[in-house]
């Protein structure tokens, strides 16, 4: 076990992120975890083991998933074996299309990764050991991914093939591939799943339909028959992350920027399929998270067009409360429910656009 940069629990040494932060509620930037290996320059999404209390981070620029002990903020081990960062034609960083690991999270005693050689990587969450391989049939990337803990069940997409497709795969063992879905017509393929816990479905962001960004929404699928069931209309927002709330409440990040689309974040009702709040101003977000316990919702917004920042939205009342400034690729986004603290990885870059910690901010309110 390697230990790495201490977190600053304390107000009068924690370094503030937000300007103006005074209030013991608001969030601020209480320390750095840093990430031993390459610097870290390429990354995808990360998720927090709740029981655990571990953190999974897709790690390109290491060709694996890097994990760390929040409770002690430690780095614990890293499962190797992704693909990596595949560079573009002009020899820059990165074709997304194909690069990996990108979505990870924790099923049962196993760790699911979607790779860039479209494939899903299982491994032992104990030994790092990688334990199987699962092709998807897809040309590129296989993406982030959902998990029915009910049914045993992992929903994966290939949102960079033509036409995009979820994968449904059984955790027991033999990992067999129980349906494929194919999306003629989401145009710009699909985005972060997520299972809802409350109806025992999978509930997928849609960016883009018939090549019209106005155009979105939310896939619903059945685990157990590999079916759409239904898509929920989201317009003008791009949906990118997604975290569910209270009361049927869903928390959408729209990428949406400003560029073609005026920047705003969603809240939706997945009961009633109606839009209850829009958040406008900020915007161009990739992973969403929500802590149900202190009532938030957090989304990396690095498409935002004011610069990059982590946005911090009240769930009782859906209005924005901080925007919190991160840094170059901060994409990402998890919250440890249990303490309340919110991990935000930020890439170091070379050239015209150097700056970044190459590290993992914390967040908190201590």
């Not at 993406?143 to 029915?148: F, R, V």
């Not at 709040?277 to 917004?301: H, T, W």
């Not at 656009?353 to 201590?366: D, H, P, R, S």
């Given at each position: 076990?390697?230990?790495?940069?201490?977190?600053?629990?304390?107000?009068?040494?924690?370094?503030?992120?937000?300007?103006?932060?005074?209030?013991?509620?608001e969030?601020?930037?209480?320390?750095?975890?840093?990430?031993?290996?390459?610097?870290?320059?390429?990354?995808?999404?990360?998720?927090?083991?709740?029981?655990?209390?571990?953190?999974?981070?897709?790690?390109?620029?290491?060709?694996?998933?890097?994990?760390?002990?929040?409770?002690?903020?430690?780095?614990?081990?890293?499962?190797?074996?992704?693909?990596?960062?595949?560079?573009?034609?002009?020899?820059?960083?990165?074709?997304?299309?194909?690069?990996?690991?990108?979505?990870?999270?924790?099923?049962g005693?196993?760790?699911?990764?979607?790779?860039?050689d479209?494939?899903?990587?299982?491994y032992?969450?104990?030994?790092?050991?990688?334990?199987?391989t699962?092709?998807?049939?897809?040309?590129?990337?296989?993406?982030?991914?959902?998990?029915?803990?009910?049914?045993?069940?992992?929903?994966?997409?290939?949102n960079?093939?033509?036409?995009?497709?979820?994968?449904?795969?059984?955790?027991?063992?033999?990992?067999k591939?129980?349906?494929?879905?194919?999306?003629?017509?989401?145009?710009?393929?699909?985005e972060?799943?997520?299972?809802?816990?409350?109806?025992?479905?999978?509930?997928?962001?849609?960016?883009?339909?018939?090549?019209?960004?106005?155009?979105?929404?939310?896939?619903?699928?059945?685990?157990?028959?590999?079916?759409?069931?239904?898509?929920?209309?989201?317009?003008?927002?791009?949906?990118?992350?997604?975290?569910?709330?209270?009361?049927?409440?869903?928390?959408?990040?729209?990428?949406?920027?400003g560029?073609?689309?005026?920047?705003?974040?969603?809240?939706?009702?997945?009961?009633?399929?109606?839009?209850?709040?829009?958040?406008?101003?900020?915007?161009?977000?990739?992973?969403?998270?929500?802590?149900?316990?202190?009532?938030?919702?957090?989304?990396?917004?690095?498409?935002?067009?004011?610069?990059?920042?982590?946005?911090?939205?009240?769930?009782?009342?859906?209005?924005?409360?901080?925007?919190?400034?991160?840094?170059?690729?901060?994409?990402?986004?998890?919250?440890?429910?249990?303490?309340?603290?919110?991990?935000?990885?930020?890439?170091?870059?070379?050239?015209p656009?150097?700056?970044?910690?190459?590290?993992?901010?914390?967040?908190?309110?201590?």
């Open positions: 076990m390697r230990t790495v940069t201490k977190l600053l629990l304390s107000a009068a040494v924690g370094l503030s992120a937000f300007a103006g932060a005074a209030n013991a509620a969030l601020r930037q209480i320390g750095t975890i840093s990430i031993p290996g390459q610097p870290l320059n390429s990354f995808d999404i990360s998720f927090i083991d709740q029981s655990t209390g571990l953190y999974y981070l897709a790690d390109r620029s290491n060709k694996g998933i890097d994990i760390i002990d929040t409770k002690k903020g430690t780095f614990v081990g890293r499962a190797e074996g992704a693909v990596g960062p595949v560079m573009k034609k002009d020899g820059t960083c990165c074709n997304n299309d194909h690069s990996g690991p990108n979505g990870v999270l924790v099923a005693k196993d760790i699911w990764v979607g790779d860039g479209s494939t899903v990587k299982v032992d969450a104990k030994t790092l050991k990688l334990l199987d699962i092709k998807t049939g897809g040309e590129a990337r296989a993406d982030e991914l959902g998990y029915d803990p009910k049914d045993g069940i992992i929903a994966i997409a290939n960079a093939d033509e036409p995009p497709f979820l994968s449904f795969i059984s955790t027991k063992p033999g990992h591939i129980l349906g494929k879905l194919v999306e003629e017509h989401f145009s710009d393929g699909m972060q799943t997520m299972y809802n816990p409350e109806d025992g479905l999978f509930y997928t962001d849609i960016p883009e339909m018939d090549k019209d960004k106005t155009k979105g929404g939310l896939l619903v699928t059945d685990p157990k028959t590999a079916k759409q069931l239904k898509i929920i209309p989201v317009d003008s927002c791009v949906p990118h992350g997604i975290a569910f709330g209270k009361g049927g409440n869903v928390f959408l990040g729209c990428n949406a920027n560029k073609g689309v005026p920047a705003k974040l969603v809240v939706v009702n997945w009961k009633s399929g109606k839009t209850v709040a829009e958040i406008p101003g900020v915007g161009g977000s990739d992973e969403s998270a929500a802590d149900l316990k202190n009532e938030r919702y957090y989304s990396a917004l690095n498409g935002n067009p004011d610069g990059p920042i982590l946005s911090v939205v009240d769930a009782k009342t859906n209005k924005l409360t901080q925007k919190i400034p991160t840094g170059p690729g901060a994409h990402s986004v998890a919250v440890n429910e249990q303490t309340g603290r919110v991990y935000v990885p930020i890439a170091v870059e070379a050239g656009l150097k700056g970044g910690c190459g590290c993992i901010a914390v967040y908190g309110t201590e």
